[in-house]
């Protein structure tokens, strides 16, 4: 087991806020996600990547929003009542991340991990931190340090270059 | 000796004082680590061969002294930094009998039993391990020099070095669970060398002592010489401990209260026993961290470690308490021993402080100048809070000031006809501006501190150039806020620096100028901005050699007619020098263009102004505080953003006529005064459906980047409000042409613009695309 696995069961006692992406549950470490609140407002932010919804006011503060969908390359989508901005907290940094739909928080036993399974070459497994099953439920555990990982303002003048990909299981 | 053979004296000692003079200020400067001793030697020769011609029998014994030292130096028998302190002690008062012996008689009888108390102290010194390894070695500290206890600097000191042990003590703790934290040992490296200096700087030899030991051995960990093994830690725990008893004793002595001994034997044990270690192998350099690592990554508790070194920890505490009673009964019978580090202080003061003299003397007058006096002989109580907390507690504030304002503009305020609310209303406006003031007052300090510094730095270089520089002082109780008073010195310190090299000219050469050179600091408040002026009355810069230069570096483009405001700037590029001659002054430290820099990430400008032949000056214009500014909001599609009215020269909606097109583009410029504006479009850069493309129907913002004016075009001008700056995140941090955000008055985000990388951004895009 990794570090950051062996975080999650340690510090986060295996427990992981789990949301909606199109049809797929996503789980994030209960240590990392410090909120969630309704979509409100976002201001763009201009010369950053796609994903990079733009900034909104929280309680006073300026926190960046992204999409998750962007991220992952999937369609993007408009945001329902549903949809929810979870903040996570990643080095003392906060970032609201858009998901469509919330799930709730679920304890994972590590019996249930399996880390970082192959799932095959079209599927970028760089943010996966592992998965868990619960009876039929698959949760993909997101490696959240990787996905808000700093890479992105450097993709700013390449956005237009990059390919539009399809994550297979929303076909 | 007769008046002329005093006067003869004089001159021929002039030079090889001069020279060993600024050798050993160069030693000290360099913290005393690369000195080659033959810059000292030398002259010292020289001088010592003068003053046998002259028959000078009573230094025979300083000078034999002195070489001896210089000798122990040399065989590394007694260290750089402590050597040449008693180098300099003894040197300094010999000048000081030179100086009087030349203009008249001297009386040698206290320098002869000064030497002889030196001596003593030094034997000690010279083989500090062997004479300090008495565990129950204990000191009570000389009262510091009367100055440096009424302007503060000694309460400063105990509030600086309090604070640096606390975090030394974290870092020292977190560092034993995880021996890698690598960075760690670079800081605590940083505040014992802080410490080592500083208390050397006010004539604390103990303290200081300690801090160059310890510094000494965390240096060896840093270079990879010695590992993080037990032996260490407890070394280093001992350190922080002598050094805050110290420093509490320090603290009692300066209140006139009694003060307890301390010991330090149990320090310099350890310190025997870490050095001891460095040979066998059995010291273990090589293992780290291992065995903890290897706990964590297997997944056992945590905890049981930690637990395991709190209980190092008690027990070293409670070994300590015990040490202290046991210190507290052996006090009465010193052991013939024990003398040797009190007599440093104690015995050695016919004069106050031997050590230092000048630097006392200097920072009494400076203390004068900067009027910061303090209350005698009161550790001022500081406490020490998060600057996190209060940049919260004055951006809450700072949005109270707008949404307020807010209120009052409300027109629905405006109509009511209740004169109650009215004057209710300003009374809580009166309310909030004082406390607004009030809590930016927090943040403010005096800028003199850092004129200290600069002046300290002046008088140093004075020596070295060999150019005498009257320093002059104004405003030094100017307040600024704490970003710019912690990123003012190194920017100050190499105009300053300039000037002093390349502006002041060699003596001799300044015409019918006076021959020392004048360099003045002024600060003042302007407006909402403070002014900090420095100017010299040197050559001035030459802008026919800087047009040429730029010229050679292709930075003028076209036969354009620059001003000499526009060639001076261009001594603020990246890597621009003139300079034929790189010094030893000016070839180190930050550049101009770091200058810049600097200067314009705490908001500020750099205005630039020289005459030949009668001296340049910097005006460096900046914020009060660089947490709150005037800004003007502007729209652009959906968006708002905010332009710093520092920036903003004009706004204007440019007539038709005064429209120019460029190579097919239409509307690319506009006419002001004579004078061709590129029109930058904010829609364009920043990709957003604007509500109007054509000049004439909007508006631009007139801003000047590098003297030059650009034009900012955007939908709309809405209002000019206060607004309190945020920083955007590590997230969208280094976004060009933006500074931080905003929570405007409907609570939704305006983005600040900052038109210098905004322009700059916009010329590389241009270059790129070419």
Same mark, same amino acid.
């Given at each position: 087991m990794g570090e950051k696995s062996t975080q999650l069961f340690e510090g986060s006692g295996g427990k992981l806020l789990t949301f909606m992406i199109g049809s797929q549950e996503y789980g994030i470490q209960i240590l990392e996600a410090r909120e969630v609140v309704g979509v409100m407002p976002i201001e763009p932010v201009p010369q950053t990547p796609e994903f990079m919804m733009g900034v909104i006011n929280l309680r006073g503060n300026i926190i960046p929003v992204i999409d998750l969908r962007r991220k992952f390359n999937m369609p993007a989508q408009e945001a329902t009542t549903d949809s929810c901005i979870v903040?996570?907290?990643?080095?003392?940094?906060?970032?609201?991340? +858009?998901?469509?739909? =919330? &799930?709730?928080?679920?304890?994972?036993?590590?019996?249930d991990f399996e880390k970082s399974p192959d799932l095959g070459a079209n599927i970028n497994t760089e943010f996966i931190l592992g998965m868990?099953?619960?009876?039929?439920?698959?949760?993909?555990?997101?490696?959240?340090?990787?996905?808000?990982?700093?890479?992105?303002?450097?993709?700013?003048?390449?956005?237009? +270059?990059?390919?539009? =990909? &399809?994550?297979?299981?929303?076909g | 000796m007769s008046e002329d053979s005093h006067h003869e004296l004089g001159e021929l000692l002039t030079l090889p004082r001069e020279r060993l003079r600024s050798s050993l200020l160069e030693a000290d400067l360099r913290e005393c680590r690369l000195t080659d001793l033959s810059d000292i030697m030398l002259p010292f020769d020289e001088i010592t061969e003068i003053y046998h011609t002259h028959g000078l029998v009573d230094f025979e014994d300083a000078i034999a002294f002195l070489y001896q030292i210089l000798g122990d130096i040399a065989t590394e028998h007694v260290s750089h930094y402590t050597g040449l302190s008693y180098v300099l002690s003894v040197y300094e008062l010999m000048e000081e009998l030179t100086d009087t012996l030349i203009e008249g008689e001297a009386d040698f009888a206290p320098f002869h039993l000064f030497l002889e108390k030196i001596k003593t102290t030094f034997k000690g010194v010279e083989n500090v391990t062997v004479a300090l390894a008495s565990p129950e070695q204990t000191i009570v500290q000389d009262l510091p020099p009367n100055d440096i206890i009424e302007d503060g600097s000694v309460s400063d000191f105990i509030n600086e070095v309090g604070d640096g042990l606390e975090t030394v003590e974290e870092y020292l703790l977190t560092l034993e669970q995880d021996p890698e934290q690598d960075g760690y040992i670079d800081h605590i490296f940083r505040v014992m060398h802080t410490i080592k200096g500083t208390s050397g700087f006010l004539g604390m030899p103990t303290i200081g002592k300690v801090g160059h030991k310890t510094e000494d051995v965390l240096s060896e960990i840093r270079d990879g010489k010695r590992g993080l093994d037990p032996p260490v830690f407890e070394l280093l725990f001992r350190s922080v401990d002598t050094l805050k008893n110290l420093i509490a004793q320090l603290t009692s002595l300066v209140q006139g209260q009694n003060a307890e001994p301390v010991n330090i034997g149990m320090f310099f044990r350890s310190l025997?026993?870490?050095?001891?270690?460095?040979?066998?192998?059995?010291?273990?350099?090589?293992?780290?961290?291992?065995?903890?690592a290897a706990e964590v990554s297997t997944g056992k508790p945590v905890a049981e470690a930690e637990s395991g070194d709190d209980d190092e920890m008690l027990d070293m505490e409670a070994a300590m308490a015990?040490?202290?009673?046991?210190?507290?009964?052996?006090?009465?019978?010193?052991?013939?021993?024990?003398?040797?580090?009190?007599?440093?202080?104690?015995?050695?003061s016919p004069k106050p402080h031997p050590a230092r003299p000048t630097v006392a003397e200097s920072q009494k007058k400076m203390a004068a100048q900067l009027g910061t006096g303090k209350a005698a002989g009161v550790i001022q109580e500081m406490l020490k809070v998060p600057a996190e907390r209060l940049d919260d507690l004055s951006n809450l504030v700072g949005e109270m000031v707008v949404a307020l304002s807010l209120l009052t503009q409300n027109p629905a305020v405006d109509e009511m006809v209740d004169r109650r609310v009215h004057s209710q209303l300003d009374h809580l406006e009166k309310i909030t501006e004082s406390l607004r003031d009030k809590v930016l007052g927090i943040r403010m300090f005096p800028i003199g501190s850092v004129f200290s510094k600069l002046s300290r730095q002046v008088r140093d270089l004075s020596q070295k150039s060999g150019k005498k520089i009257n320093l002059e002082l104004s405003?030094?109780?100017?307040?600024?806020?704490?970003?710019?008073?912690?990123?003012?010195?190194?920017?100050?310190?190499?105009?300053?620096?300039?000037?002093?090299?390349?502006?002041?000219?060699?003596p001799g050469e300044r015409g019918d100028k006076e021959s020392g050179g004048l360099v003045s600091l002024k600060a003042q408040h302007l407006g909402d901005a403070i002014e900090i002026e420095i100017r010299d009355d040197g050559q001035g810069l030459d802008s026919a050699t800087i047009l040429a230069k730029a010229q050679e570096r292709g930075l003028v483009k076209n036969r354009e007619t620059l001003s000499d405001k526009d060639i001076f700037n261009f001594i603020f590029m990246p890597g621009f020098s003139t300079a034929k001659v790189v010094t030893d002054i000016s070839g180190r430290g930050v550049g101009m263009d770091v200058v810049r820099k600097t200067i314009e990430a705490l908001r500020g400008k750099i205005e630039t102004d020289s005459t030949r032949g009668k001296g340049t000056s910097f005006k460096l214009r900046l914020p009060l505080t660089t947490s709150i500014i005037e800004g003007l909001v502007v729209s652009v599609g959906d968006s708002r953003f905010i332009m710093p009215i520092l920036d903003v020269l004009q706004t204007i909606t440019p007539e038709k006529q005064d429209l120019k097109g460029v190579q097919g583009k239409d509307e690319e410029f506009f006419l002001l005064a004579g004078e061709m504006v590129p029109i930058v479009r904010l829609y364009e850069l920043f990709q957003i459906t604007p509500k109007v493309t054509s000049p004439n129907n909007a508006v631009v913002v007139v801003v000047l980047v590098g003297n030059r004016p650009y034009g900012l075009l955007v939908d709309e001008m809405l209002h000019r409000q206060q607004i309190v700056i945020q920083q955007l995140g590590a997230r969208l941090k280094g976004l060009k042409g933006l500074s931080g955000g905003t929570i405007l008055g409907d609570g939704r985000v305006g983005l600040i613009i900052d038109p210098i990388s905004l322009i700059q951004e916009q010329h590389l895009h241009v270059g790129e695309s070419l």
């Open positions: 903040k996570v907290d990643i080095h003392g940094h906060s970032t609201g991340c +858009i998901v469509d739909f =919330l &799930v709730g928080v679920v304890t994972i036993d590590p019996k868990a099953k619960l009876d039929k439920r698959v949760i993909i555990i997101l490696d959240m340090e990787s996905v808000l990982s700093n890479g992105e303002l450097k993709q700013i003048h390449k956005k237009e +270059i990059q390919p539009e =990909l &399809v994550e297979p299981s929303e | 025997e026993l870490v050095q001891s270690g460095v040979e066998p192998p059995a010291a273990t350099p090589v293992q780290k961290a291992p065995p903890k015990e040490e202290a009673e046991a210190d507290a009964l052996a006090h009465p019978e010193l052991t013939p021993k024990e003398p040797v580090a009190a007599s440093q202080n104690g015995e050695m405003g030094a109780d100017t307040l600024v806020d704490k970003s710019i008073i912690d990123n003012i010195y190194a920017p100050l310190m190499h105009l300053v620096r300039n000037s002093i090299d390349h502006g002041i000219e060699p």
